[in-house]
Structure formats: C-alpha cells, structure tokens
C-alpha cells in the first residue's frame, strides 16, 4: 500500500524547503512528504491522489499565501480527506485568522514560524496528531480483514483483540457479504471454523489463538532477556504507571499481558473524572498515550501471554508464563486487576460472544444499530457502557439490582437524561434464551417478584468485579474473595505476618513476600478508579526501588 502522504504548502521557497528537510527526517520513513507551492496547484494534485486512492495523513498549510490563504485551501482540502489532520503555519500576525479557522475547518493546530528546534516545537505535536489519525483513519482497505459471523466468540475474541491493540482491520460479515463467505470457504475447508483472518501479505490465520495472532502482528510475546530488574504483570493503569516510572528511571523492566494493555480502563469509551482531562478521555486514547510512554523508556510489554504462577527462588522473583518459559526478576508487581462475573444461568456460556458480552461494548455496539438492548450491572462501568451503546441501539435498557443505579452522580444524571435509556430498579436477571444466538431474557421484580421476558437483540454484563490474582493466590496473602493484602493491612498486632524473613515491616504495597508487590484493583482496600491505580503503582515503584537497593 503506497505511504499516506504529509502535505506542506507553502508559497515561500525557503520556508517550503525548510519544512520538507524536517518532515523528511523525521517521518520520511512511514509517510510521503509532499512539498507544494501553492494552495491551487495542491488542489490539483489532491484530485490526482483520490483517483489513486491514496490517503493523506495531514496537511501543514501556511496561512499566507497568495492566491489563496492557508485556511481557504484546507476548506477545499477537507471535502476530499475529511480525516486528514489539519496543521496551520502561522506568523504572529495571523494569530486572529488561526484561531477563527478552529471552528471553521476544524483546525487542529497553529503553528508560529520559525518553528526551530523541530525535536521540541514541531514533531511532539505533529506525532501526537498522526498517532490519533493512525488510529481513528478508515484507510481504503489493504489491510488486515476479519471474515466471521456475529455470533462466534472467536470472531468477536479476535475483533476485540486487534481493536485493544489500536490494531486496523476490516470486519467482513459472512452471513450478509457472499463475496466473503465465498472468500472464507476457500480456506477454511471445514467452513465451521471462523474467522479466518486475511493479510495483506496474502497469508491467512483460520480461527488463530491470540498469541499467533500477536506474533503475526508483530506485537512482542517473548522477553527479550532472561531476567529484569522489575516485572510488571497486568498493564492496566496501574502496571503501565510502575513500568514508565521503571523506565524513566533507567530500570530493565518487562510487563506481562494476556490480553491487550490498557485492562479495564482501556474498555471504557470515555473517562471523565480522571485529573487533567476535563472533557474526558477514552480508554483507548489513555492506553496509547501510556503504551508510547513506557515504550520510549525501553520498556518491554508482552501481548497474549499469560503469567500462570509466581514463585521465589532465593533473591529471585520469578514468573511462569502459559508457553511454560520463565523470567526472572528482583522485584515483582502483581497489577492484575479485576475482572466481571460472568453469568453462571444456562445457557449463557453458549451464548457468550453471540449476544451475550461481558463488558464488550466498544467492539459489538455499532453492530447492534436501531435495536434493543439491555444492559446488566448499575456501576460506572454500566452506565457509560449504556450511554455509548445508546448512540446506535434503538433502546437501551438497564438492569439495576438495587433502587438505585451506585454510578457516580455525573454518570446517573446522564443515564436519566437520555431519553433512549430506561432503567429497571430492583430488577434481577433470572434467565437467557436462544438457540445460537441471544433471543430473549427474563427478568424479576425484587419488589413485587412479577417476571417478565423480553425480546434482546444482545445484552451487555457489567456486574460485580473480582480480583485475578491467581497467580500469587497459593503464595501471598489473600482475603477470602482474592485481594491481596499489602502493608499495614498484613500487620496483626503491630506484627508481620507469619513467615515474614526481613527485621522491617512490609513497605506500603508490599505483599507478604518480600520484593512481591501488588496495586490497583487486584489490591485489598483499593478503591477501584483509574487514578487510584496509577497512583498505587507510582507508589509501588518508588518502594520497589527501595527494595532494590536493599539487595
Ligand atoms: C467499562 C469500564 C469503565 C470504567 N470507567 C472508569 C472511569 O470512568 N473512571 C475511573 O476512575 N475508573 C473507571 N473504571 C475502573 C478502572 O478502569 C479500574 O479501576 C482500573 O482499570 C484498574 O486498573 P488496574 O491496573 O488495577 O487493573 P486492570 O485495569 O483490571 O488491568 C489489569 C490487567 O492485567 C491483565 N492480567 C490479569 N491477569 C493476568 C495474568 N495472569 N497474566 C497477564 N496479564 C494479566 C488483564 O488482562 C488487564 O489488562 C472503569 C472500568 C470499566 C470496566
């Protein structure tokens, strides 16, 4: 596919030859730098590029130009390439016209010449604003294509799957698109087993497990060294927080994933009351933000690979993934969150992935345009899973256990302003119905016990979360529901608890093994939020520290 292209007009040489040195540095590789004189002329050449179905990735325009300005151009540009990113060169003069434009043409940013040194006033802004066009761009589609039906798990696992990892792909619904179907039965001989999944190198995976799909798309599964200062599992807010400040302060440090980073927070469509991001910011956005982050620090993050047990051999901390290959550190980070219930009703377990989604909204939503869904839980979780379902859905209707939704204030007042949203008070989920797909749910009245059964196109599960530290469960101390203990809370009598080798006290997020550490939602006494996780794994990486220099 050829390389998305950077537009730069500009109607003064130097400065065109200026800018186009610049961008070819630092982003020749992964783009086309296309350096145009005027705004007319890159009209011209925009026509030639849509005839090719080429893609342009951003245009940094100068305002000043003569036969038409920089803002006039964009208005013209961005009827062809509505996602390309839009950059405006500005002198200082032209501050009133920039700022105008923002509504206009959706400016995303002005620019003030001269914009040197480039490393510090033009690239940090122009990454951050092709990295989101990377992710939010329809490309014209050469790329990865997921042929599958609506109602198998595995198709829905690998659409998740590519999507947590910001991973493009074209989702290709056999039961609706022949030419798909024909395409799947061409390689899946037995036609059962879905999806099969199509490269642009021409290779195919037939219903891949996640880790071959991992290493297909290049993502890392396997740690580059045998041992590491710090390893992190879990690379939800909590373990990417410990890992960027690992890295940053020049720690080999590893984190250990079985699924996509980001964990619960990735799966939110939007976070509102998380400090410095006043309109809110998206799980995905979040996650890239943090992902990049830990990654500039040299930080190693393993997709698709799961830690099964944590054991200690002398000062070694050491982690056993699921291909049975060890890795060893110092000091060990048990983020591992938390994970929802699943329903244990018949017949649910068959329905997972066909109807039924635990958490899933972000993935599912769009399929379930103009009809009824239900939504089950009455925490934050679920209330924006039902905001954001209820942009496609025809209804969304809320299952809450209790008189009243536990959401935040802001997320209830938002719920009863919705005027697609209806919520069930005091309504429990008492069963599911379909044959291969979700038909019908039948829910009860706590109050008045009338049941009801109601017609689902799907139902998206929120309840109750519970902590997934399986991995240390038989080696530190665990309340009975599977929260690890750190800290004070291991103290009985102003004492260490049984077992405990060193003259000090466990450090704050210390579990009952020295070295070992837990934070965030998998932690006894955490209060569930996204701050609170990067919070407590900050915190466990300045006693990790401590830790270490212990040694
Ligand atoms: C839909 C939704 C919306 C939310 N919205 C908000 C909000 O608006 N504001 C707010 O403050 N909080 C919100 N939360 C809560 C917040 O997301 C969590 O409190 C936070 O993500 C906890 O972070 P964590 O790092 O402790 O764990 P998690 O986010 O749960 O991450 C743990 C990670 O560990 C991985 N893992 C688990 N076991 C293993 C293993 N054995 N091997 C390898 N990897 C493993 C998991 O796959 C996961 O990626 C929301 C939660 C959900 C589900």
């Known amino acids: 596919m050829p390389k998305p292209v950077i537009f730069t007009i500009d109607d003064d040489s130097s400065v065109l030859n200026s800018v186009e040195r610049d961008l070819r540095a630092r982003y020749g590789q992964e783009y086309r730098i296309l350096p145009i004189d005027s705004g007319k002329a890159a009209l011209g050449y925009l026509k030639r590029l849509q005839q090719r179905n080429e893609t342009v990735a951003l245009f940094l325009v100068d305002q000043r130009m003569p036969e038409m300005s920089g803002v006039e151009f964009l208005e013209e540009a961005i009827k062809a390439y509505p996602q390309a990113k839009r950059v405006l060169l500005t002198a200082y003069a032209d501050t009133q016209a920039a700022i105008d434009s923002i509504n206009e043409v959706r400016l995303d940013y002005y620019l003030m010449k001269p914009w040197h040194p480039p490393e510090e006033r033009l690239y940090p802004i122009l990454t951050e604003l092709l990295e989101d066009w990377k992710i939010h761009v329809r490309l014209p589609y050469e790329g990865i294509r997921v042929a599958g039906t609506l109602w198998s798990l595995s198709s829905h696992q690998v659409k998740d799957f590519l999507t947590r990892h910001q991973i493009p792909y074209q989702w290709l619904d056999i039961e609706k698109d022949s030419n798909a179907r024909q395409l799947v039965e061409g390689v899946s001989s037995e036609g059962s087993k879905l999806p099969v999944v199509f490269f642009p190198d021409g290779k195919t995976l037939v219903q891949p497990d996640l880790k071959e799909l991992a290493e297909k798309v290049g993502l890392q599964t396997r740690a580059a060294l045998p041992f590491y200062d710090i390893v992190v599992v879990g690379s939800g807010p909590a373990g990417l927080a410990s890992a960027v400040y690992a890295g940053s302060e020049g720690y080999h440090c590893i984190v250990i994933e079985k699924a996509a980073p980001g964990g619960q927070a990735g799966s939110s469509p939007k976070i509102e009351n998380y400090l410095g991001f006043p309109t809110g910011i998206s799980g995905d956005d979040l996650t890239r933000r943090a992902v990049s982050q830990a990654k500039r620090f040299g930080v190693e993050i393993l997709s698709a690979q799961e830690a099964k047990q944590a054991f200690v051999k002398d000062a070694y901390r050491i982690v056993r993934l699921s291909d049975g290959t060890e890795i060893s550190c110092h000091a060990l980070l048990v983020a591992t969150g938390a994970s929802f219930h699943m329903l244990k009703m018949p017949g649910a377990a068959q329905?997972?992935?066909?109807?039924?989604?635990?958490?899933?909204?972000?993935?599912?939503?769009?399929?379930?345009?103009?009809?009824?869904?239900?939504?089950?839980?009455?925490?934050?979780?679920?209330?924006?899973?039902?905001?954001?379902?209820?942009q496609f859905a025809r209804k969304v209707t809320v299952l809450i256990r209790g008189p009243q939704p536990t959401a935040s204030k802001y997320l209830i007042d938002a719920l009863e302003e919705n005027q697609k949203i209806e919520l069930l008070h005091n309504t429990d989920l008492i069963g599911v119905k379909g044959m291969n797909t979700l038909e019908q749910i039948i829910i009860k009245n706590t109050i008045s016990d009338e049941t009801q059964t109601c017609d689902a196109a799907a139902m998206f599960v929120f309840i109750g979360v519970r902590p997934q530290s399986q991995i240390v469960s038989d080696l530190v101390k665990c309340d009975e529901k599977g929260y690890i203990f750190t800290g004070a809370d291991l103290l009985l009598d102003k004492k260490p608890p049984q077992g405990w080798t060193l003259e000090r006290d466990p450090f704050l997020l210390e579990t009952s093994i020295p070295g070992i550490f837990a934070a965030g939602d998998v932690r006894f006494g955490t209060s569930h939020r996204v701050a609170s996780a990067v919070g407590e794994g900050a915190i466990a990486f300045a006693f990790m520290k401590e830790y270490l220099k212990s040694l």
């Open 351 to 390: 329905l997972t992935g066909a109807g039924i989604y635990y958490g899933a909204a972000y993935t599912e939503a769009m399929h379930y345009k103009d009809q009824n869904v239900f939504v089950v839980g009455g925490a934050n979780s679920a209330a924006q899973g039902a905001i954001y379902l209820s």
